[in-house]
Nanobody, 127 residues
Framework: QVQLVESGGGLGQPGGSLRLSCTAS????????MGWYRQAPGKQREVVAT???????HLADAVKGRFTISRDNAKNTVILQMNSLKPEDTSVYYC?????????????????????WGQGTQVTVSS
């Protein structure tokens, strides 16, 4: 079983900063691309930032210059640093990761690659 657990959401002030963290736990063999998405009420989920295994990053135009994404492969963690927050950043933020999980049945190992989502963490930007 694999789980993505997010932390760090909450209330931020316009112009302020918040840091989101997401850690994959469980039977993790390897992790490929990781990313952050967000979904505001009444809107579709949208990509915020992604990072590949070679640390190539992509950021949505709306957050370029303000947000950064990084990863710590030793800790199976991806971090979203959010600076210069705006009210329009208010949303539920979801972590996503491409994870290869493993398990054994009678000493025979099995592997499966799947996309996993975190449970979401609320970010509210307001004065």
């Amino acid at each position: 079983q694999v789980q993505l657990v997010e932390s760090g959401g909450g209330l931020g002030q316009p112009g302020g900063s918040l840091r989101l963290s997401c850690t994959a736990s469980g039977s993790v063999l390897s992790i490929g691309d990781m990313g952050w998405y967000r979904q505001a009420p009444g809107k579709q989920r949208e990509v915020v930032a992604t990072i590949s295994t070679d640390n190539t990053t992509h950021l949505a135009d709306a957050v370029k210059g303000r947000f950064t994404i990084s990863r710590d492969n030793a800790k199976n963690t991806v971090i979203l640093q959010m600076n210069s927050l705006k009210p329009e950043d208010t949303s539920v933020y979801y972590c996503n990761a491409d994870v290869t999980a493993y398990w054994d049945v009678d000493d025979v190992f099995h592997f499966k690659r799947s996309h996993y989502w975190g449970q979401g963490t609320q970010v509210t930007v307001s004065s």
